[in-house]
């Protein structure tokens, strides 16, 4: 499916070759029907848009097995708090509040549903029927129009719309914020937290870039798309969730300010984030940040050492396949996700193993996946006196 958000056709700039689905962890049985597309990216000049240039189906990823549960990590949790927290201020007693993408429900927990009227949309049934079980009240679809036609009590009477890494997911971007403007109340508040093109940029961590991620957005991109629909950007809030994410505070178009607005897209148009020729710097970062890490695997493989992967995550889909490291440099990668274990990595086949795999069969060496969950990882493994590294600077 083509990511089309208007008419203009965006410059493919960048391909990252055969990539399978990220969270497409697979049994043996099923290799040979493995799925595959080609994962390209490209800018839209218009919009200030990083984005997938072609993606699979949503329903071939948002399905009854998605493997991904945001209460695995503990700071996930606490950092899930901290932002209901702070999207509370905009509600009263008696607000309804929606979450896109509820996952499991770790977010809308944290609101008093008496006080409250919560509603969480998640489409993978599997995740739903967690939340379901946790009491939030949670519906099993995708946001889109068609989808809340019939919840009259929620139609132009909803004070607060949250996402957290969600709305870069969704392809028909326009029907989505079509969606939010029908369910928000005059003075309503959506917030939206998604990984900065910024923090992309200067970590060079295109691990971002995956068939989930089909939108890499900044200030100034999520400020012109939102101005079409009648929408205003207020303020933007940097996060350091996802190795660098942005916090997004849309409200309908009224004369709510927009002085630091006005700051971060200035800052942005002087570093240049938003042009065709960060774009192609980024692809060369690409090109050294592969050669780089190759060259480390290569050695340590030279030198005897054994490596395994710690945490499957969705990101370590494109840099395994990106730069074709599969089971003859990586024995094995541990992760905590019943979901994920015995079955194997998208396209490279590396099997995954539970934890207590990991503990018994310490390697010389972890390549770790899951960066952006450095503090709590080395944390918890203080055990391990052998050497990290990623291909992001930890
Ligand atoms: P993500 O980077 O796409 O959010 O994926 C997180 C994955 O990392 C998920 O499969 C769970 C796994 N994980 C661990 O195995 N151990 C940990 O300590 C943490 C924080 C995550």
């Keep these: 499916m083509k990511c089309k958000i208007t008419n203009k056709p965006m410059q493919p ?4 070759g055969k990539m399978p689905i990220a969270n497409g962890f697979i049994e043996k049985k099923n290799f040979s029907g493995e799925f595959f597309f080609n994962m390209e990216v490209g800018f839209n000049d218009e919009l200030s848009l990083f984005q997938l ?13 998605y493997p991904f549960f945001t209460g695995s ?7 899930f708090k901290k932002y209901a927290d702070f999207a509370k201020k905009y509600i009263k007693t008696n607000s309804k509040v929606i979450e896109i993408g509820s996952n499991d429900g770790t977010f809308l927990k944290n609101f008093d549903v ?3 009227k919560i ?11 967690v939340s379901i079980k946790n009491g939030i009240p949670t519906l099993n679809c995708f946001f889109n129009k068609e989808n809340v036609a019939n919840l009259k009590e929620y139609l132009g009477q909803t004070d607060l719309i949250c996402a957290s890494n969600v709305i870069c997911h969704v392809p028909d971007l326009n029907n989505l914020i079509e969606t939010v403007s029908l369910l928000l109340s005059s ?12 923090s992309m940029f200067e970590k060079v961590s295109y691990d ?3 068939d989930e991620h089909i939108f890499m957005f900044s200030a100034s991109s999520v400020s012109k798309i939102f101005k079409r629909f009648d929408l205003k950007l207020i303020d933007a809030i940097p996060q350091d969730t996802h190795g660098g994410s942005m916090r997004y505070i849309i409200k309908r178009n009224t004369n709510n300010s927009d002085q630091n607005i006005k700051k971060i897209i200035s800052f942005e148009e002087k570093g240049k984030i938003n042009s065709l020729e960060s774009c192609l710097n980024f692809k060369k970062n690409c090109e050294i940040s592969k050669e780089k890490i190759l060259k480390k695997i290569r050695s340590l493989k030279n030198n005897g050492k054994t490596i395994c992967g710690y945490a499957a995550t969705s990101k370590s889909t494109t840099v395994l396949n990106y730069c074709n490291i599969n089971s003859n440099y990586i024995d094995f990668i541990c992760d905590t996700t019943k979901e994920k274990i015995g079955k194997f990595s998208p396209g490279m086949h590396i099997p995954i193993k539970d934890m207590e795999y990991f503990h018994r069969n310490t390697t010389d060496c972890i390549y770790l996946f899951a960066w952006n969950h450095k503090n709590e990882i080395l944390n918890k493994e203080k055990e391990f006196k052998g050497e990290w590294f990623s291909h992001v600077e930890l």
């Design 187 to 198: 003075d309503g508040t959506f917030i939206f937290e998604e990984p900065y093109l910024g």
């Design 73 to 79: 990590s503990e700071y996930m949790k606490t950092h």
């Design 53 to 65: 240039n072609d993606h699979p189906k949503p329903e071939k990823m948002f399905n009854q097995n």
């Design 119 to 129: 509603l969480g949309f998640e489409p993978s049934k599997n995740v739903a029927g």
């Design 13 to 16: 700039f960048m391909s990252f």
């Design 114 to 116: 008496k006080s409250h």
């Design 208 to 210: 971002q870039i995956y």
